[in-house]
């Protein structure tokens, strides 16, 4: 499944089992196919939370990632990319849900499709950075090694995208359980599977046998992808017990496990790990404060428009807060000045990535770019 698409899964029955303390699961669901708008709300929102996450690091970079650079950049960054801090891990657990509950692949050229649906647009837009880094000049190392190494997961100066050399074959991983469930036999999909598998030492081998230097490989996950993915199928598949109450309670654990992750990155140690106990606790209770939230009917087409040019404003939107960013943003800030510039390039970053996106989807680009 890939970022932006958002799938469909069967509705809920309409009687439903009474309500218990905290969760439940729901009543065997009716075949009549039901779209999950709540999942496009959510998926919306961690675009813009990465968005945020990346309109921060501008600010922490620009101080060199201490306070004494700079106090009023550096605490707005850091705000603003532990506010961030939810949405990766949210990423893993929609494409857990989609896989596992939403939209089970039903066999391996579907998979394949979906899978064509993200590595095509991740290639071009590695493309694009590359030559975009070279443009400004930015570049670490030469264009052809950056492009070997891109290949290999190493993705420089799209750092950005290595979200999708983990989302990859956990996605690929999870389908390969769900055909093999189905009575298929995915041997395609082993085969990859095991590339993955072998790629690390494979690659080291091949280097000590020719003296070369090669590259890290990188395409794989972490367990904790993986949990979250599973985390995700099971938490999407529940009904939390209505009301605003049991929402805004997540909302306060949320906000809790935020002011957390701000204190462990200005405190212990930035950047947290994606696998840490506050980034899990943040992430769970910001799901459960808004899945099957009810999404107003006039929204609705507005939010699924949106969420659906999720996954091209993903892809383009490094390059716009760069662009915004390089002119304004510096260590010397005063607070009130930092926090406008904070706010302000997010949210034009927000309109661009997103006015981007939808732009190319209307010229038939999508499949391209994403």
């Excluded at 921060?56 to 106090?71: K, T």
């Excluded at 200005?266 to 106990?277: E, G, L, R, W």
């Amino acid at each position: 499944m890939t970022v932006s698409d958002v799938p469909t899964q069967p509705a809920a029955a309409s009687a439903s089992p009474p309500q218990r303390a905290g969760l439940h699961v729901p009543a065997a669901p009716s075949r009549r196919p039901g779209h999950r708008y709540d999942v496009d709300l959510i998926r919306l929102l961690c675009a813009c939370g990465v968005i945020l996450g990346h309109t921060g690091s501008e600010f922490i970079s620009a101080v060199g990632r201490q306070e004494a650079g700079g106090a009023a950049a550096y605490w707005a960054g850091m705000t603003a990319d532990a506010v961030s801090r939810f949405a990766v891990p949210m990423y893993f657990a929609i494409a857990g849900w989609a896989v596992l509950a939403g939209a089970p692949p039903r066999d391996g050229r579907r998979l394949a499709r979906r899978m064509v649906r993200i590595v095509v647009p991740m290639g071009v837009w590695t493309a694009v950075y590359l030559l975009w880094g070279r443009l400004r000049e930015t570049n670490e190392d030469p264009l052809r090694d950056l492009a070997v190494d891109a290949a290999f997961a190493t993705v420089r100066p799209a750092y950005h995208l290595w979200y999708l050399y983990a989302y990859v074959p956990v996605v690929l991983l999870l389908g390969f359980v769900v055909l093999l469930r189905a009575g298929r036999r995915p041997w395609w999909l082993g085969a990859v599977l095991l590339g993955f598998a072998l790629g690390p030492g494979l690659l080291a081998d091949a280097g000590r046998a020719t003296g070369w230097g090669t590259p890290s490989f990188g395409w794989g996950f972490g367990v904790y992808a993986l949990v979250y993915a599973a985390g995700g199928a099971l938490l999407f598949s529940l009904h939390p017990r209505g009301g605003r109450g049991f929402r805004a309670l997540w909302l306060g654990v949320a906000a809790a496990a935020m002011l957390g992750v701000l204190v462990y990155q200005t405190q212990v140690s930035y950047v947290i790990p994606n696998a840490h106990v506050l980034v899990a606790v943040f992430t769970g209770a910001v799901l459960l404060a808004l899945t099957r939230v009810r999404v107003p009917e006039r929204w609705r087409p507005r939010v699924r428009r949106a969420a659906g040019a999720a996954f091209g404003a993903y892809l383009v939107h490094l390059m716009v807060i760069q662009a915004l960013a390089e002119p304004v943003v510096s260590a010397d800030l005063g607070g009130a000045e930092a926090a406008v510039l904070t706010a302000g390039i997010w949210a034009a970053s927000v309109v661009l990535s997103f006015g981007a996106a939808l732009l190319w989807q209307r010229l038939g680009l999508r499949r391209v770019l994403g």
